[in-house]
């Protein structure tokens, strides 16, 4: 069985912290929470694999995406149908057309689909395609979304704001579950600092912080945390030791012609090794990759 | 006639950069945007003071504050109906019945109101009441509202987000503009910092810059930018020298009572010295604190 | 007179924070200290200006720009002789020969100088030629000189270390008074954070918290604050404004040529213009600007 | 064999940064720097694990630990004979004594030791009886340090700089091989950030890029990177799985008597079954860890 941060410590000073942390608080639940997602269980001793591209673009390029990475053991799709863009010109996401095309990809493929919603209009929406419903970094303190999905019976992917203290992170799902809602994953995509040569700089001291702190299921995104592909895999392994309950990964079949976040998407080929890759360091801390149904291509 | 950092100098590397900000970039109104809020000029040789509570507590404490504020020389009132807090448990705000008594205020003072939005369904109704249109910090990049007040006739208050660069900042107000609304004053109001003696770390460098590179007005919040009431007098000081457009302050007659930021706000009696104090400065600049009206009392 | 902020207001957190603070804490000097470098006072009313290159390159230049300043009202000459350069590549300073150029230029100007030191080893020679030691932001931290410093009779000139906290920053103080050295400028000039538009995000929050916290005087130095010449005037306008104790202030007669620190120099012309423009600011305040003996121009 | 990040991946953007890379950039030596000290190998296959207390406190103290981390694999020994506090009533260190201390505990286990170094007139002294010289966080661009470690012969620990870029620390290791010293080991040991809930925010994106940049070997600090005993095997496991050459670990038998960084320190063992942890993980990466003399208790 798997070792969880949270399970082993008792520092006197983060217990009082979690005075204001009615809800989501360790105390709570010592044991963790366990989130059944259409059959795929997150914050278990099984290791969730979230991947597929940033924005959904197309049918036949989320279909491709969707297949690839089924096929290498990721147990959730994410796609974006609502993009949050710094720039008004930029690509800003097909919208409805996006979440009709991810429900396609569920029924073709079986997994279950992520996206995020970026107002509450958007929620009931939303809410009709989606099986998780991603609260990204710039809304974590919307507290107007946080109060709606915490009234929605829909799995919430919480991810930290980018400059977002632990506390304020957590108190960003105590809005969620004071809704009425605990069925809450936190995911840690790494803050802002004055470090440049990474997009952000991936905090993984969040994660056995959080697992200390919270019972709710935590995972990492290190393609945001990194911004670059080629230390997503290195990240990757890392989380995994870290003792996070999964990652989110972005995937695309032609990075250079993706829409957005091209440059830290991994090939369906790199996302594969790096499946492989994992597999041997979750046994190591006796977990394994969930929903794996990879054939070995060699 | 005030001289403003935008007007003096030319620097290549900040021009390239102002290729994505079409419509905001300096280059589109060398000479800047003057906004007229129901006779109250923002942008133009005379520096504007907005004044008031974090937030609309009951009818007596907005009338009481916005009498006092108006008699030392405030000519614009502020105060929260609806307030973004951390915790789910802290105050939420009055709601419309907060937006009401800010209305009522307005009759009795004459004074334009400004009062922050946090979600999109939530626009038409404050637009009703409100003159001005605040979008804080945390929903800087929620490009729903932005969208939405592009789309609206009110002047938009964007506070700069707590960890927003500058090109953010600035493209956060492309967005409202391509909406078609160019009637939006920028506010810095501090960003987050490893430093933690103050609340935040009110970055006076971002005024001279903004200036440079947009047309836009900009104003100044220390009572965020510092979270010390004590330090507000020193940084409104400071703002005004650096060529800010205004401020604004967050003032409450009994700080002790204050339902949010008590410790960041002046009373009324430190709020009238500051305009005192600021005058002689703003004349230093060739510039007027506008529409004072007070008379004083020794 | 002009008013300091350390002198009307008690937060009782921040006295408790004064704990550590044996000496440099304000309770020890409520009054103030008031340094006197050959006739020059920093810590009292008047504002002082040190001025000067980065770096010393010849006599020639140190001689050009020490005249300028001079006339323009700058009390004190600064000039680098031993450079702390990021890039082993970069020029290093004329060492000894710098320092012998410096003790020319006081003999010419009559104006006192202040020069960094970079190692234990270089103390003694530093100290025969410079009457103020500047101990730099990457030397904040360097004890073994913080302890030197302590026991030579000469001003030093404490930088702020660039991610240095301000409770950080009066402990190195404390470091230099522990030794029996109560002659220490504190200097706020930037610290690191995400903004990268300027080099550095001055802090001027800092300086009304340090003359609560601490008796010593307290300059600025928006040149490494901002990083661009054109934004330095505003800034020290600003500093001014905000209660420093003076400024300190890189000008070059050929910016362009500049060994070190090109874009942040002001050239002689606009350090005239920006020492014009501080005095009525100056006044406004209560404060004059020291050591003025500036003829104007036109 | 343990693949590298730096083998595998050209990204043109790094290349083009590596210009001012003369010595320490990867292209230099493709294959990385194994450095060899007293037949420890750090930088090949194998981890290297360097533990002992923060600072060397009595014989006693030292011996007890040194025998105990020995026994559990680890490989080189640390202590701190000139401690760098931030406040001068801290604890600073047993100076002469504590290096006689190292020397004596090198001759009872055979561990090779690494101890810091704080001012240039130490170094002749330290390396006297040092193995390895430190280069503390503080001390990173302590140029006088660098370039003096350039010409001894002993093997140099670089720790980053709390607010040190990438490129600023590259450039620091550059310093000392401009020297003629080719051993030098890097280490990543947190970062400063806005939160506050650790100590530092440990940097593992650092850990990839640098073996990108650079030949040199890359160790990780998470003791200072989090600054919690209870974190810090979770952040080993992390950091092995990142790529790591090896960590660096503070270890106490009676971590709430230590003089300093108790809270940080690992017991005996803890540390013990920390390195019994890591094997797995380090064995599903293809590395050992080194010199493992470990004999199971149980």
Not at 36 to 58: H, K, Q, T
Request: charged share 20%; glycine share 10%.
């Amino acid at each position: 069985m798997r070792q969880h941060p949270g399970r082993y410590h008792r520092d006197e000073k983060l217990i009082a912290a979690q005075g204001s942390l009615k809800l989501v608080g360790r105390p709570m639940r010592p044991g963790g929470t366990l989130i059944d997602v259409n059959g795929v269980r997150i914050g278990g001793d099984d290791l969730v694999v979230i991947a597929g591209p940033c924005a959904v673009e197309s049918e036949n390029q989320l279909l491709t995406i969707a297949k690839a990475v089924k096929a290498s053991g990721a147990s959730i799709l994410r796609g974006g149908a609502y993009k949050p863009r710094t720039s008004p010109y930029a690509f800003q996401g097909l919208k409805e057309e996006g979440l009709r095309i991810l429900a396609l990809a569920r029924q073709e493929t079986g997994l279950p689909v992520a996206t995020e919603v970026l107002d509450t209009r958007q929620l009931d929406l939303v809410c009709r395609y989606a099986d998780i419903i991603q609260v990204g970094s710039r809304s974590m303190q919307n507290f107007a979304i946080l109060e709606e999905v915490g009234k929605c019976g829909k799995t919430v992917l919480l991810k930290r704001g980018m400059s977002s203290t632990i506390e304020e992170f957590l108190l960003a799902a105590e809005y969620i579950m004071k809704g009425g809602n605990s069925r809450v994953i936190l995911c840690e995509r790494g803050i802002r600092t004055f470090e440049n040569s990474t997009r952000n700089t991936l905090d993984l001291n969040a994660v056995p912080m959080l697992k200390q702190l919270t019972h709710l299921p935590v995972i990492v995104d290190p393609s945001h945390g990194t911004g670059r592909w080629w230390m997503v895999p290195w990240l990757s392994k890392a989380a995994v030791a870290v003792g996070a309950d999964g990652l989110i990964l972005e995937v695309h079949h032609k990075p250079h012609d993706a829409l957005s976040d091209g440059p830290q998407s991994l090939t369906p080929d790199s996302f594969d090794q790096l499946m492989r890759d994992l597999r041997p360091i979750a046994h190591a801390l006796g977990a394994e990759i969930a929903h794996s149904t990879l054939v070995p291509v060699g």
